[in-house]
């Protein structure tokens, strides 16, 4: 049914959680993830001047790589195929663009699950995959601490 999976993740623990959900999945279909950090331009704008734009960047990279380090080593314990991608833009754009160029059949990520004013002024990422996504969008919304 799925041979290809992509999981977007932030390094979150909300990400995390929906990464056990890709797992599983990738295990019950024999399907590959394709696990996605996204280093987020947009915060390249709110650093101060006396930093410069590719110091910034390679900071943002270098999270990224780390994030994906950690989830390739769970892929690896549980016997998946995965492979690792950093891209530069805007999260939900970025997620979409790989589901589209990658063929991806299935698109797992984590929610943070806000409502009301929240959702309405931070923007849900997931909301605009699920709403964007030619493949289907599982999520898995975060636990209430």
């Keep these: 049914m799925y041979s290809q999976i992509l999981f977007p993740t932030d390094g979150s623990e909300c990400a995390d959680a929906a990464f056990d959900h890709a797992l599983e999945h990738a295990k019950t279909y024999d399907a590959s993830i394709l696990a996605l950090y996204v280093a987020d331009i947009r915060e390249v704008g709110h650093a101060s001047p006396a930093i410069s734009l590719d110091r910034i960047r390679d900071a943002l990279h270098e999270s990224g790589n780390n994030v994906l380090s950690r989830i390739e080593s769970r892929a690896a314990d549980a016997d998946v195929e995965i492979e690792t991608v950093v891209s530069e833009g805007t999260p939900a754009s970025e997620i979409l663009r790989h589901a589209d160029k990658d063929g ?13 004013l929240d959702r309405y002024l931070i923007g849900s990422v997931a909301e605009r995959v699920v709403r964007g996504s030619s493949a289907p969008v599982l999520t898995v919304r975060q636990e209430s601490t």
């Design 104 to 116: 991806v059949d299935l698109v797992v990520m984590g929610t943070h699950g806000r409502s009301g």
